[in-house]
């Protein structure tokens, strides 16, 4: 009788939460969803879970609580190269990425990304935010395994409220504050592909903190006349406006994973969704960071060491620590580890799998070493040493701030760094000769932007600012004056022209000719007359919480030039005015030519 009784209440046990179980068995079987945030300029030290008392950051600080945190994690100094490291998981001296603009960006087409492998395994694959790895196809997002995209590619933006933004190469207006814009576009994609049942690699990349310093008034009202009680150590070089507006813009940036972290909990796939959070080099601005050495740019401690986040409920503990050194080199063959997936590139990674780190027993490789490198500068982290770009060796686990130089007490770990460190230099530091043209109506999208970014000006013509990723062409006066572009058709046909320009009325007038000559010498051109005022004033200042140094935008007018005939294939692209009745020809952005 009493065997009857439990098999019984067993029996009804098994019917009231036996669906439950299985739910839960099937989903941790299940494709674990992705989804990465790397956000633009944010250094260590901006998150409270860091220490920070100047700022709160609950949502950035949960997934510490809930998942796993990297207590040494290394990125790049500057932009660029982190994000070809990440997307490829090889060092970017091997991509072609020596630059953070005017193609120097670009990672070379040989290479194959994180989407590249997620989407071969069946994933939809979105990035929303800031691309800078290649604007034109085949460097574009979408020819480098993201079918979704929606943002922009340059290396900086010039307004971040309703900006010129482009999805899947056509120009678009965004909506509102870019960050919460961004993320309101990567939910969209996630609710998308959980209603077709699918797994999905979100790419988050943020574009703040990095300046321009702008930011909605309720995070800036916070910080405008705050009490900021930790400082940098070197307090007499913060520059205040710069200092509150990147809190508030960190401030913004974890509302924002908060946002989606409640998407996922609203689309019950939480615990199946690997969520990473990094940063992609030290701070922008001095302030404080751990009382580390160096800020971007740098390749000390200060300038390429990054919070490592990832949270994955069905599988991470919450509250793992990892001691063990890591970098951007190793999240793709991390995540594909982790996804069960293969990585799709064919050639060997500089990046190793963390997996065990993360959900394993943990190994300490004391061996390793990590090599951060910019500019020439090469400098190397082990687990507990680090060799800065002059030879001198460092003690970071009792010191640091890196104030401290151990060479002498230290010979032998010293001089097997500078070993390999004079062996990278040999082999990966070299003087870059880049000769990829800029690609005109490649195979694989119909549209492609040609922007001043990406041209060089001729005669008086100047740039209105001297960072050239959101910048434009003025003082354009002459006949004699013209932009050029080192160019090559990839698929010979019909193409639109759309020009971008603005022109005071005492101006219009002028004729402008685009024109082509192919290396054999065969010319292709279209003229068209600007007859259309549009004369609006600069924007970007009035939205700046702290002076900014990059180029003040405009909103430009289009003016279809018509239609041209391409032939594949590599050529000059020349824009220049043939008549100039007044006394200017126009200020120009970008042209865009659709197939």
Partial sequence: MYCRSLLTSFVSILLLFGPLFLLHLRAAEAPPNVVVFLTDDQGWGDLSLNGNTNLSTPNIDKLAAEGAMFERFYVCPVCSPTRAEFLTGRYHTRLGVYSTSAGGERMNLDEKTVADSFKAAGYATGAFGKWHNGMQAPYHPNCRGFTEFYGFCSGHWGNYFDPMLERNGKIVTG???????????????????????????????????????????????????????????????????????????????????????????????????????????????????????????????????????????????????????????DLHPTLADLAGIDVASSKPLDGISLKNALIGKEEVDGTRVIVSTWKGRVSLRNQRFRLDDKGKLFDLVNDPGQRTEVTADFPRVAEG??????????????????????????????????????????????????????????????????????????????????????????????????????????????????????????????????????????????LNMGRMTLPSGPGVLTLQATDVPGSRVMDFRLLMLRR
């Avoid at 702008?214 to 200092?243: I, Y």
């Avoid at 969520?275 to 800020?295: A, E, Q, S, T």
């Avoid at 065969?522 to 200042?541: C, E, F, Y």
Wanted: hydrophobic share 35%; charged share 30%; glycine share 8%.
């Fill in 175 to 329: 909506k509102g504050f870019c960050v919460d814009d961004f993320t309101t576009q990567a939910m969209n994609f996630m609710d998308g592909a959980s209603k077709q049942e699918k797994p999905f690699f979100a790419y988050i990349p943020y574009n703040t903190p990095h300046s321009p310093m702008q930011v909605p008034d309720k995070f800036w009202n916070k910080f405008e006349n705050a009490e900021l009680s930790m400082r940098n150590r070197e307090p007499g070089k913060e520059k205040d406006l710069h200092l509150r507006a990147a809190l508030a813009m960190c401030e913004n940036i974890d509302w924002n994973v908060g946002r989606v972290m409640d998407k996922l909990d609203a689309l019950g796939i939480a615990d199946n969704t690997i969520v990473l959070y990094f940063c992609d080099n030290g701070p922008n601005g001095v302030r404080w960071n751990g009382d580390m050495k160096g800020r971007k740019g740098s390749t000390d401690e200060g300038g390429v060491r990054s919070p490592l986040l990832v949270r994955w409920p069905a599988k991470i503990p919450a509250g793992k620590r990892v001691r063990s050194i890591g970098s951007a080199l």
């Fill in 417 to 558: 760094l500078r070993k390999r460190q004079k062996a990278f230099r040999a082999k990966h530091i070299k003087a870059p000769d880049d000769q990829r043209p800029f690609v005109i109506g490649h195979a694989s999208m119909a549209n492609t932007q040609i922007p001043a970014r990406d041209g060089t000006a001729h005669g008086g013509i100047k740039r209105s600012n001297k960072f050239p990723n959101c910048s434009f062409f003025t003082d354009w006066t002459t006949t004699e004056d013209k932009v050029t572009w080192s160019a090559e058709v990839g698929e010979a046909a019909d193409y639109d022209v759309d020009l971008y320009y603005t022109c005071p009325a005492a101006d219009v007038g002028s004729t402008v000719e685009l024109r082509f000559v192919s290396a054999s010498g065969d010319v292709s051109s279209i003229k068209a007359v600007i007859k259309d005022a549009h004369d609006p004033p600069l924007r970007g200042a009035d939205e700046d919480r702290s002076p900014r140094v990059e180029s003040l935008v405009k909103e430009f007018k289009v």
